[in-house]
């Protein structure tokens, strides 16, 4: 099955700096990439995603970029702000054929990211 | 606005204690999902459902079980609850199509003693 690794495990940063997160998943069918974030005591809430067909994609302050060949895709948050603090997840999901693969997802492991004003 | 509810957000068992999990959502998703989650191990899947009376395993079926009797309504049982299934549970779902958003609950915090 999909495995995905997910690092690093904590991440800190200054308010206004950037903050980079990435993720590996090793099964090359894979086609779809969510990111979901996690407040304290909060539910995970879906950020941003990305499918296998695009290489890029922004949104405001966040951004995500894949690399299919290298099998890695990486978060970017730009001008960071304390309410960036959080815990992020990403995620992959296979192409098998059949409905018992639809929206399936593996996780990472997480990733702690604090900004200090 | 999508809502997906769970029967409880904290809940305190003995070993051995048959447990229910409830799941309940309001969108009409197909999908639904079970998930424990435990610091540094992320978010793992435990059972799936993408249709009522259908379900699948996830990664860490052992010692668990799943009822879906209505498209709303997704149940995780412990037949036997052990101390390792002391954990965060989060239930989330979805439309059936491959991209769509999953929708997580507020999480059952489970202890067992």
């Known amino acids: 099955g999909e495995n995905v690794e997910q690092h690093p495990s904590t991440l800190s940063v200054q308010e206004g700096d950037s903050a980079v997160i990435k993720c590996t998943y090793s099964?090359?069918?894979?086609?779809?990439f969510p990111w979901y974030k996690q407040e304290l005591g909060k539910r995970p809430q879906l950020i941003i995603d990305?499918?296998?067909?695009?290489g890029e994609k922004k949104d405001q302050r966040i951004a995500v970029t894949l690399n299919k060949t290298a099998k890695h895709f990486s978060l970017h948050i730009t001008e960071t702000q304390p309410e960036d603090s959080a815990v992020y997840f990403c995620?992959?999901?296979?192409?098998?054929?059949?409905?018992?693969?639809?929206?399936?997802?593996?996780f990472g492991q997480g990733t702690i990211l604090t900004v200090h004003p | 606005d999508v809502k997906v509810t769970q029967s409880s957000r904290y809940l305190v068992k003995r070993t051995g204690e048959k447990v229910f999990l409830e799941c309940v959502q309001d969108?009409?998703?197909?999908?639904m999902f079970w998930y424990r989650q435990d610091p540094g191990l992320g978010l793992r899947l435990i059972y799936f459902?993408?249709?009522?009376?259908?379900?699948e395993k996830g990664d860490i079926p052992e010692g668990y079980s799943v009822s879906r009797e209505k498209k709303e309504r997704f149940s995780l049982i412990l037949e036997s609850a052990s101390t390792n299934q002391t954990s965060m549970y989060l239930c989330?779902?979805?439309?059936?199509?491959?991209?769509?958003?999953?929708?997580f609950g507020p999480g059952t915090r489970l202890t067992v003693l």
């Open positions: 989330a779902s979805s439309f059936l199509d491959s991209y769509n958003e999953q929708f």
């Open positions: 099964d090359s069918a894979s086609n779809y």
């Open positions: 990305i499918r296998s067909n695009v």
């Open positions: 995620a992959a999901k296979g192409s098998g054929a059949g409905g018992t693969s639809y929206g399936k997802l593996t």
């Open positions: 969108m009409d998703h197909e999908n």
């Open positions: 459902s993408y249709d009522v009376k259908m379900k």
